[in-house]
């Protein structure tokens, strides 16, 4: 208990250090956090050019799917400050330098995770905000508490299943000595898809992001409870389990994890 | 000149044998782009559900619309990237190029040209006459379109390389390239048509992408190969494409020179 209670110290510590060096950049940080709030509004105004012609997408409005995408980025923000620095395992894996971090006495795990604090992410967390917030007030929302709790329940499991699927791709560099390209061809195309309603894609991919990787649990099974849509296949009250998903998975990539770190023999000399 | 052309070759066969030693790379690069080509595939798809055709143009023919642009991706893709560039001019990697007797922009082409080769003769070409064969979209019912889309891909590419390279060359002003980066991936993905044509854009939007060089990238390209752009149409496309290319050309030359000059008063 105590050496829990020392390591989220030491973390809390970590990050400050983390923090104030990214703040020594006064512009850096500001065009960081600027660029990151753009390129989400850029695909925002790409899904609008889109609808223009079209006025929906399987009976998905503008505002719905821009509902739809600025969750999963809401919950992809919280996921890039606390884990996105996962991908570059490999880099530490082939210099040698990940030793450092089986030396210290604090968890690898932890210490790694330790290492940075994304503070450019507050992009994603104006751009989402914003967005959610617009949509709301144009869909004419009013959510009660229990569809308030679900939305936070979004949050926090679309954090935990997307953090959990970052950590797992980060163990492939223990076996593979690769991680970030994983990232860039398997996990940020898949994110993608998951920027349009799932149900426009095959029963095969639907499978496999709601049982398997499963990123329907981000965003889609959230939205349809939040818009109040019916959607033929998946029963309404799924969108409550997000949560409990984004725990089982996040347990399972940290297994995972602990499996490639055991077997971690180092590169240096 | 046959002797300089020669030094350039060198540069393309060194990083065409670069491409193959690193194929990995190369291979999952298309896994990425197929996976891309699959996402818009389905959204064009639901898009179309219970519609003939939208602004004149058919589900038939936007299906080969991002069928070839996405080929055309994958081949720009293997080119060496923006952050690239920044990296090199940040780490002071470029001084040592411009040392060298020769060109650095065109160095680049060259180099750049390797990779490409390699790309496309092992992913993109094999794996996209697959899905043409499987799909059978709209294509080139001419040998003459079929000469003139080549023709406007490859101006295409040169545009986008002018402009990258351009993006890239700010570095030598900007210590931060965050904000410019951004600029360059919104307008590269959005007013060249890569994902969605001009056509469906409202109008004003449609006549500032027409005012922009990066139409000229794909969406021109992509035009031409299902045969929305034909006729006087396609030749006042093909003459914008050209006028652009001269222009990006020439703002390269332009900061490019101004860039080395930079580099001569920061050196010593």
Same mark, same amino acid.
């Given at each position: 208990?105590?050496?829990?209670?020392?390591?989220?110290?030491?973390?809390?510590?970590?990050?400050?250090?983390?923090?104030?060096?990214?703040?020594?950049?006064?512009?850096?940080?500001?065009?960081?956090?600027?660029?990151?709030?753009?390129?989400?509004?850029?695909?925002?105004?790409?899904?609008?050019?889109?609808?223009?012609?079209?006025?929906?997408?399987?009976?998905?409005?503008?505002?719905?799917?821009?509902?739809?995408?600025?969750?999963?980025?809401?919950?992809?923000?919280?996921?890039?400050?606390?884990?996105?620095?996962?991908?570059?395992?490999?880099?530490?894996?082939?210099?040698?330098?990940?030793?450092?971090?089986?030396?210290?006495?604090?968890?690898?795990?932890?210490?790694?995770?330790?290492?940075?604090?994304?503070?450019?992410?507050?992009? &994603?967390?104006?751009?989402?905000?914003?967005?959610?917030?617009?949509?709301? &007030?144009?869909?004419?929302?009013?959510?009660?508490?229990?569809?308030?709790?679900?939305?936070?329940?979004?949050?926090?499991?679309?954090?935990?299943?997307?953090?959990?699927?970052?950590?797992?791709?980060?163990?492939?560099?223990?076996?593979?000595?690769?991680?970030?390209?994983?990232?860039?061809?398997?996990?940020?195309?898949?994110?993608?898809?998951?920027?349009?309603?799932?149900?426009?894609?095959?029963?095969?991919?639907?499978?496999?992001?709601?049982?398997?990787?499963?990123?329907?649990?981000?965003?889609?099974?959230?939205?349809?409870?939040?818009?109040?849509?019916?959607?033929?296949?998946?029963?309404?009250?799924?969108?409550?389990?997000?949560?409990?998903?984004?725990?089982?998975?996040?347990?399972?990539?940290?297994?995972?994890?602990?499996?490639?770190?055991?077997?971690?023999?180092?590169?240096?000399? | 000149?046959?002797?300089?052309?020669?030094?350039?070759?060198?540069?393309?066969?060194?990083?065409?044998?670069?491409?193959?030693?690193?194929?990995?790379?190369?291979?999952?690069?298309?896994?990425?782009?197929?996976?891309?080509?699959?996402?818009?595939?389905?959204?064009?798809?639901?898009?179309?559900?219970?519609?003939?055709?939208?602004?004149?143009?058919?589900?038939?023919?936007?299906?080969?619309?991002?069928?070839?642009?996405?080929?055309?991706?994958?081949?720009?893709?293997?080119?060496?990237?923006?952050?690239?560039?920044?990296?090199?001019?940040?780490?002071?990697?470029?001084?040592?190029?411009?040392?060298?007797?020769?060109?650095?922009?065109?160095?680049?082409?060259?180099?750049?040209?390797?990779?490409?080769?390699?790309?496309?003769?092992?992913?993109?070409?094999?794996?996209?006459?697959?899905?043409?064969?499987?799909?059978? @979209?709209?294509?080139?019912?001419?040998?003459?379109?079929?000469?003139?889309?080549?023709?406007?891909?490859?101006?295409?590419?040169?545009?986008?390389?002018?402009?990258?390279?351009?993006?890239?060359?700010?570095?030598?002003?900007?210590?931060?390239?965050?904000?410019?980066?951004?600029?360059?991936?919104?307008?590269?993905?959005?007013?060249?048509?890569?994902?969605?044509?001009?056509?469906?854009?409202?109008?004003?939007?449609?006549?500032?992408?027409?005012?922009? @060089?990066?139409?000229?990238?794909?969406?021109? @390209?992509?035009?031409?190969?299902?045969?929305?752009?034909?006729?006087?149409?396609?030749?006042?496309?093909?003459?914008?494409?050209?006028?652009?290319?001269?222009?990006?050309?020439?703002?390269?030359?332009?900061?490019?020179?101004?860039?080395?000059?930079?580099?001569?008063?920061?050196?010593?």
């Amino acid at each position: 208990m105590q050496s829990w209670l020392r390591g989220i110290k030491m973390y809390f510590y970590m990050i400050g250090v983390s923090i104030r060096t990214q703040l020594q950049y006064r512009y850096a940080f500001v065009m960081n956090i600027l660029g990151w709030a753009m390129t989400y509004a850029g695909t925002a105004i790409t899904m609008w050019v889109l609808l223009y012609s079209f006025g929906a997408i399987e009976g998905w409005s503008f505002w719905e799917l821009l509902f739809l995408f600025a969750l999963s980025v809401l919950s992809w923000g919280v996921c890039v400050v606390l884990f996105f620095h996962f991908r570059t395992l490999d880099q530490f894996i082939i210099q040698g330098t990940f030793d450092r971090f089986l030396v210290r006495p604090i968890h690898p795990f932890f210490h790694f995770m330790a290492m940075k604090f994304d503070i450019g992410a507050f992009g &994603q967390f104006l751009f989402s905000i914003v967005a959610v917030a617009m949509a709301y &007030q144009r869909l004419g929302l009013h959510w009660n508490l229990w569809q308030w709790l679900v939305f936070l329940g979004a949050v926090i499991g679309g954090t935990l299943i997307q953090g959990g699927l970052l950590i797992a791709i980060s163990a492939m560099a223990f076996w593979t000595t690769r991680s970030e390209r994983f990232y860039w061809v398997v996990m940020w195309p898949a994110k993608s898809l998951m920027n349009y309603p799932l149900s426009i894609y095959p029963r095969m991919v639907q499978i496999l992001v709601a049982f398997i990787l499963p990123f329907a649990f981000v965003n889609y099974l959230p939205a349809l409870l939040l818009l109040g849509k019916k959607s033929g296949i998946y029963p309404p009250y799924w969108g409550f389990f997000s949560i409990l998903v984004g725990v089982l998975f996040f347990w399972l990539c940290f297994q995972l994890w602990m499996l490639g770190l055991n077997r971690y023999k180092s590169a240096g000399s | 000149m046959i002797g300089t052309l020669r030094m350039y070759g060198v540069f393309t066969r060194k990083s065409f044998q670069r491409a193959a030693a690193y194929r990995f790379d190369a291979w999952t690069r298309i896994l990425g782009n197929v996976m891309m080509l699959f996402m818009w595939g389905f959204v064009w798809y639901a898009l179309y559900q219970g519609k003939g055709s939208v602004e004149s143009v058919s589900f038939h023919s936007m299906l080969s619309y991002i069928l070839v642009s996405q080929a055309l991706q994958g081949i720009h893709g293997a080119g060496t990237p923006l952050w690239e560039i920044q990296e090199r001019v940040r780490t002071g990697d470029i001084a040592m190029e411009m040392l060298r007797p020769y060109d650095y922009p065109l160095r680049m082409l060259f180099t750049d040209f390797g990779s490409i080769f390699f790309h496309f003769l092992t992913a993109v070409l094999p794996l996209y006459t697959v899905i043409f064969l499987v799909f059978s @979209p709209a294509v080139p019912t001419t040998l003459g379109q079929g000469m003139l889309f080549i023709i406007s891909a490859v101006l295409g590419y040169f545009i986008r390389y002018c402009i990258e390279l351009t993006f890239g060359l700010f570095t030598f002003w900007l210590v931060e390239t965050g904000g410019v980066e951004d600029i360059f991936y919104f307008s590269i993905s959005l007013f060249s048509g890569s994902v969605v044509p001009l056509w469906f854009f409202p109008d004003w939007l449609e006549q500032v992408a027409l005012y922009l @060089p990066f139409q000229g990238i794909y969406f021109v @390209p992509n035009s031409i190969f299902v045969g929305q752009l034909s006729g006087k149409a396609l030749l006042i496309g093909l003459f914008t494409q050209v006028v652009w290319l001269v222009v990006c050309y020439a703002i390269l030359r332009y900061v490019w020179a101004k860039a080395s000059m930079k580099i001569v008063i920061q050196g010593g």
